[in-house]
């Protein structure tokens, strides 16, 4: 007589793509980063080109060749992380709860994993060498904001992120630079995340910030026969880095 088993209800290869598909929603830096994907490397370091300026265009008289720059490459080493988390879920829980537990272990998974990644992010972008100080009461301001675009030099336009931890929103929001319509101060959008340490900000470019994934989430379910539940464990193999660090400014808020 055919039976419907626990390990039936959860299939791995669904699962862990609808985790997959969800982790980039999850992870808020990730719309700012600059995403690549790369497959084999499990753990140790991966390699990543960084290129040198050639420099800026010559005055180049009628006749006369154009004399070729040379384009410096120097790569980074970057180790390779992983973050999981595992879910023990009994048949009872499966078969005869109100709610779905399956889909819950599957959004707490999401979270958890998300939520690890960035951390990591958060730490590279906290590296940024480009800083700024603003003495304002402890507030995120106007001010203060022009004082960090200033170290952009010439480089002020196009896309800009202002990160801020969730305590200095009300101060951004009553700022006579904030404009509410584009949530945005200066130009710069505001985002807010608690990965933002208090007395800090950050303004960012686009792509400032490297992720690189190995691919997708994985997962992977185990029985445990004498408790009668089913183990989900996922786990995320990836590397980040601050790969271009004039495109972030770290501010901080002092007293």
């Known amino acids: 007589m055919a039976q419907t088993k626990t390990t039936n209800l959860i299939n791995a290869e669904v699962f862990a793509g609808a985790v997959s598909a969800k982790l980039g929603n999850a992870i808020k830096l990730l719309p700012l980063a600059y995403v690549e994907n790369f497959e084999g490397e499990q753990s140790g370091t991966i390699r990543v080109p960084k290129y040198a300026y050639i420099g ?5 008289a009628e006749g006369v060749a154009i004399d070729p720059s040379l384009l410096n490459q120097t790569s980074e080493d970057i180790p390779v992380i992983k973050v999981g988390k595992a879910v023990n879920i009994t048949d009872e829980a499966a078969k005869g709860s109100f709610g779905d537990p399956v889909g819950e272990a599957e959004n707490q998974l999401t979270k958890s994993i998300a939520s690890g990644v960035e951390k990591k992010m958060f730490e590279a972008l906290a590296t940024a060498t480009l800083t700024f100080a603003t003495a304002a009461g402890g507030k995120v301001t106007g001010d203060g904001v022009l004082g960090g675009l200033a170290l952009f030099g010439e480089d002020q336009d196009g896309e800009k992120y202002l990160l801020i931890n969730p305590n200095q929103l009300a101060n951004v929001k009553k700022d006579p630079a904030y404009v509410k ?9 505001v985002l807010v995340s608690n990965r933002v340490a208090s007395g800090t900000a950050y303004i960012v470019k686009p792509e400032a910030v490297a992720l690189y994934l190995s691919k997708d989430v994985q ?19 990836f590397a980040t880095h601050l790969r271009d660090a004039s495109k972030a400014v770290k501010i901080t808020i002092t007293a």
């Open 56 to 60: 800026d265009a010559d005055v180049i």
């Open 181 to 189: 319509e584009d949530n945005a101060i200066y130009d710069c959008q």
């Open 219 to 237: 997962v992977e379910t185990d029985r445990d026969i004498l408790a009668k539940a089913t183990v989900v464990s996922a786990d995320e193999h």
